[in-house]
T-cell receptor, first 113, second 113 residues
Framework: EAQVTQNPRYLITVTGKKLTVTCSQNMNHEYMSWYRQDPGLGLRQIYY???????DKGDVPEGYKVSRKEKRNFPLILESPSPNQTSLYFC????????????FGAGTRLSVL | TQLLEQSPQFLSIQEGENLTVYCNSS?????LQWYRQEPGEGPVLLVTVVTGGEVKKLKRLTFQFGDARKDSSLHITAAQPGDTGLYLC?????????????FGTGTRLQVFP
């Protein structure tokens, strides 16, 4: 089954404790991206990647890191999480770019205390 | 930064009513996508509109892309409880010469039986 898998689905952590949210897709997609969703603000793109070893900032990249060492995986790293990073996070992938159909994971709800 | 503003932000209606959701920008978009997101899930693509003035129909949903490609609307005829969800428009940030994808602020629709 074609899918985008995020883990974990729920995470509660404390300020400053490094964490990684994993994202994997099995559709051989080139384009992958991370979003955060906050009430009243819609989805805001954090980082995106056009291909392996190619990543770029979205609209809200501060406090986040990503890597794209393999085509299928695109982990989101919070080196020192802060309470303002409490949010619902989505990973998405598409065949070739931002104009293609975006396939989303089920989301990761993060709370930073 | 290109922005997409959606209105209304919230909409509560009775089953059988008609409604229209708007997605507006001061910038021209080469295409716009519409997604629906249900609780606990990621957004799922409904349609992509590409040509100015284009109208696409998906059962009881009618999507229109403005002539100037700065706005789009989604009209639902005879809404049903199954239409309940968050509706998001999205477009590529081509004016910024990047591969970013911009999402609108969202319209949360609740249809009561």
């Amino acid at each position: 089954e074609a899918q985008v898998t995020q883990n974990p689905r729920y995470l509660i952590t404390v300020t400053g404790k490094k964490l990684t949210v994993t994202c994997s897709q099995n559709m051989n997609h080139e384009y992958m991206s991370w979003y955060r969703q906050d009430p009243g603000l819609g989805l805001r793109q954090i980082y995106y990647s056009m291909n392996v070893e190619v990543t770029d900032k979205g609209d809200v990249p501060e406090g986040y890191k990503v890597s794209r060492k393999e085509k299928r995986n695109f982990p989101l790293i919070l080196e020192s999480p802060s309470p303002n990073q409490t949010s619902l996070y989505f990973c998405a992938s598409s065949l070739a770019g931002q104009m293609d159909i975006q396939y989303f994971g089920a989301g990761t709800r993060l709370s930073v205390l | 930064t290109q922005l997409l503003e959606q209105s209304p932000q919230f909409l509560s209606i009775q089953e059988g009513e008609n409604l229209t959701v708007y997605c507006n920008s001061s910038s021209v978009f080469s295409s716009l996508q519409w997604y629906r997101q249900e609780p606990g899930e990621g957004p799922v693509l409904l349609v992509t509109v590409v040509t100015g003035g284009e109208v696409k129909k998906l059962k009881r949903l009618t999507f229109q892309f403005g002539d100037a490609r700065k706005d789009s609307s989604l009209h639902i005829t005879a809404a049903q409880p199954g239409d309940t969800g968050l509706y998001l428009c999205a477009g590529p940030a081509v004016r910024e010469n990047t591969d970013k994808l911009i999402f609108g602020t969202g319209t949360r629709l609740q249809v009561f039986p």
